[in-house]
């Protein structure tokens, strides 16, 4: 599978001169939230799954592989991360390293059943090894079934920061998702990404460059799976819970709306599409189920009026790497 950025601009001193721009009024704009009078929870929440869309992008935008099981590497951080603090105790900062390393070496069991087939095989893949990580956590005892982990406790994360504070909290996310989103810039503008780039453009061509791409692949999964975790890890001090919601294929299948929505294989895209679906959630919530139809409607009108996503469509009009 090939992106939908059919004019993949050079990476030039420019280019990043102009994306490191864009990341400092990102920045400068989502610490200015608690002066506001935005509801931080809302924001919070968008950071989570923007940062969960960046690392799915990662893989797709970048690596060609579409996932439809990036929900497993979430929730199954979000439930480590949730029992290390509420059963075990221990402290924010350790609570979040339980669940990255939880994600981490899922990551690596299933990238290494699932990396070596390619195209739709890989996506069902993918999806059969999250429902099957679903009904595990629907029996497991240490989920608590369909109640989940409820009242997690917040916590001092290094002991000074008191997280029940909700500007403390939105700070610390805020740092985390800016920590994440650099990482994952950094992965992309490296040897690695242009390499990976190469094989999502022409995978025969970089196999007799000499490249062994399964590696490459591999490596990716893990990357954007661990980071997809470090999500799940942060969401659950925002949410205070942690459930079978976020396990469930349909969480996936939001992932892909958010990253398309914004703009598949751009820096930018997948902030923009986390914090438009997540917006149309919180503020249409009163349509009930009509919300899901509403999302149907505005996936379609962008695939078939906004092929490149917002943020691709943009920087697509104004010649820009975004």
Not at 46 to 65: D, K, Q, S
Not at 115 to 120: M, P, S, T
Not at 178 to 203: H, Q, T
Not at 271 to 291: C, D, R
Request: glycine share 10%; hydrophobic share 55%.
């Amino acid at each position: 599978m090939t992106a939908l950025t059919d004019d993949t601009l050079p990476v030039t001193p420019r280019a990043m001169r102009d994306e490191m721009i864009l990341f400092v009024v990102m920045a400068v704009l989502l610490a200015a939230v608690p002066f506001s009078g935005i509801y931080p929870f809302f924001v919070m929440q968008a950071l989570c799954f923007a940062l969960l869309a960046c690392a799915f992008n990662l893989l797709i935008g970048y690596g060609g592989l579409l996932s439809f099981g990036h929900a497993m590497f979430m929730g199954t951080a979000g439930y480590c991360s949730a029992h290390a603090l509420k059963v075990w105790a221990l402290p924010p900062e350790l609570g979040v390293l339980v669940g990255i390393a939880a994600a981490f070496v899922l990551s690596i069991i299933t990238g290494y059943i699932s990396i070596r087939r390619q195209g739709i095989y890989f996506s069902m893949i993918t999806l059969a090894l999250s429902q099957l990580l679903y009904f595990i956590y629907l029996q497991a005892p240490f989920t608590h079934g369909e109640d989940g982990i409820q009242g997690i406790p917040q916590g001092h994360m290094f002991g000074v920061l008191d997280l029940s504070k909700p500007t403390v909290l939105y700070y610390v996310v805020l740092v985390g998702f800016l920590a994440g989103f650099l990482l994952i810039y950094r992965i992309i503008n490296s040897p690695f990404g242009e390499v990976l780039k190469s094989i999502r453009e022409n995978e025969p061509r970089a196999i007799s460059l000499g490249y062994r791409t399964d590696q490459y692949k591999f490596l990716a999964f893990v990357l954007s799976g661990t980071l997809a975790g470090f999500a799940g890890a942060l969401k659950v001090f925002v949410a205070q819970n942690a459930s079978l919601t976020d396990v469930h294929w349909s969480m996936s299948g939001e992932v892909v709306l958010m990253t398309l929505v914004g703009g598949l294989g751009t820096i930018f895209g997948p902030v923009v599409g986390a914090f438009v679906i997540i917006a149309m959630q919180q503020y249409l919530a009163g349509f009930g189920q009509w919300v899901t139809v509403i999302q149907g409607s505005i996936f379609v009108i962008c695939v078939l009026t906004f092929r490149r996503g917002v943020i691709g469509e943009i920087a697509h009009y104004f010649r820009r790497s975004l």
